[in-house]
């Protein structure tokens, strides 16, 4: 290991979701938990601004749009454990955290089956300018066959099928945000009377298998134009999407040596891609129980232990697989699984305890503990340096309760952090972008955003003159 100064920070996130129960099952139930209050905007304003006082680079809204698989043979246990429903909507929610706060990111997730792309891209931009250049957009196929069927759908498509759907829906998405409008296009100019330039304002006339969008794109280019870009498949095909398209990949990694494995794979698929281990962020979701002593930090996870769920646990995962657990022993073991849904949740859950068939138990546990780290904040601290060494350039800090988990590690493992370097105490000017990588507001030149750039000109450059012309003389 380097000294302390010799490493880079850690950037930080705060994994959350705009619901009851989010990963850990069963701990809205904690006395001191409001998350039962998700539907009340001021805990999220008044958390966003405990984040950002404590310099965190970004809040990430994890979402669904469906119900996960069924369990115990239908979708009751969900509505009666608040499994991700009822849950709402956090591109509308974000609205209102950004005009509370300055610096803080702010990242949500939104399916490619959710939004038409044309709406979905001016919705973006709409928010990027509120926030000044702070959005980022977390690109999810969803994995739930009710969220397909909740959009059309008469089931769920083949996994790698939603990813090619998922290439053509950024595609058309980048056309509007990097494409349509030349920086220069917009004049304003009241004594002319012309407001944008035609000739820099350009349709995109994309045609592709599932979008037809002429355009132009009807907001005005942001302070990032594309939305910072954040992408959490674990599948190979996940890891190739996010190699092409991610600034930031998400992974629920069990233990360091499996970051190293999927961090060996993503730098291998972004030299395919044309890009650099440089280009992308990998965060790792982590939670923390911190305290002064050991002792006090095993009393504090023996509490959240007495309100978890290891049921609600389970019935997510197989909610996400695709497969019923509902009614077997939790010491049933699950055997090979082959499914169309989160392939990447299950191939970490069989890494996380080499050597056997995992039991129900045991990928509960994996979810709840294995990602989970206890004591005090120098251990934590040493733990984060190792986790940092397998690859991971940030956390998305899972919480237990809200918004004690956040106090807990803001006020109990974050000097520590900061005290080493490895977490900012200030923030950096600029966009979400320029934040994170300090080299601009917009994309880099191999992303494949940045092909679309003065791509498009749709109207002659004859036309666009005589439309200039006609404006000034009908002024004058």
């Known amino acids: 290991m380097g000294t302390f100064d010799e490493r880079p920070r850690l950037a930080l996130s705060a994994f959350l979701m705009n619901t009851s129960s989010h990963i850990l099952g069963g701990l809205w139930r904690h006395p001191d938990a409001q998350q039962h ?92 300018h509120i926030s000044n250049g702070r959005v980022g957009w977390n690109i999810v196929t969803s994995v739930l066959a009710n969220a397909h069927i909740n959009f059309g759908a008469s089931t769920l498509p083949a996994h790698d099928d939603r990813y090619g759907w998922a290439e053509e829906y950024v595609a058309a998405s980048y056309k509007l945000w990097e494409g349509s409008w030349d920086d220069d296009a917009l004049l304003a100019d009241k004594d002319s009377g012309i407001y944008a330039d035609p000739a820099k304002v350009h349709k995109i006339n994309h045609r592709g298998d599932y979008y037809s969008i002429d355009g132009p794109h009807l907001a005005l280019p942001s302070a990032q134009r594309t939305p910072f870009l954040f992408q959490a498949g674990s599948s190979p095909r996940g890891v190739q999407f996010a190699a092409t398209h991610a600034e930031a990949t998400f992974l629920f990694a069990p233990h360091p040596e499996y970051v190293r494995k999927k961090d060996a794979q993503l730098t291998e698929q972004l030299a ?159 966009s979400l972008r320029q934040k994170l990588f300090g080299r601009g507001d917009y994309l880099p030149a191999n992303h494949p955003a940045a092909q679309y750039r003065g791509a498009f000109d749709d109207l002659s450059a004859e036309a666009a003159e005589r439309s200039l012309e006609l404006a000034r003389g009908s002024e004058g």
């Not at 509960?364 to 940092?388: C, F, H, M, N, S």
């Open 272 to 430: 395919a891609a044309g890009r650099k281990r440089s280009d992308i962020k990998v965060f790792a979701g982590l939670s923390f129980v911190v305290g002064s002593t050991e002792e006090e930090a095993k009393r504090l996870e023996a509490e959240y232990d007495e309100y978890l769920d290891l049921h609600a646990i389970i019935a997510h995962i197989g909610g996400g697989l695709g497969v019923d657990f509902g009614g077997l022993d939790l010491d049933t073991p699950i055997g090979e699984v082959k499914t169309e849904g989160a392939q990447g949740v299950l191939e970490a859950a069989l890494a996380s305890t080499p050597g056997r068939n995992p039991t129900l138990r045991d990928l509960a546990y994996y979810r709840a503990k294995q990602q989970q780290i206890v004591g005090t904040p120098d251990r934590i601290a040493d733990t984060l340096l190792e986790w940092q060494d397998a690859g991971i350039d940030g956390v998305n800090v899972i919480n237990h309760i809200l918004p004690g988990s956040y106090d807990n590690f803001i006020d109990g493992l974050l000097p520590e952090l900061q005290d080493r370097g490895i977490a900012q105490r200030e923030y950096a000017q600029g």
């Open 37 to 128: 209050r998700f539907y009340d905007p001021q805990i999220w304003i008044d958390l966003a601004k405990k984040l950002e006082a404590a310099k965190f680079d970004s809040l990430f809204f994890a979402d669904v749009v469906g119900l996960y698989g069924d369990h115990e043979g239908g979708w009751a246990s969900h509505v009666r454990k608040g499994l991700q429903i009822p849950t709402h909507d956090p591109l509308t929610l974000l609205a209102a955290i950004a005009t509370h706060t300055k610096d803080i990111g702010l990242a949500a997730t939104s399916s490619v089956i959710q939004a038409h792309p044309f709406q979905f891209a001016r919705q973006m931009s709409t928010l990027d």
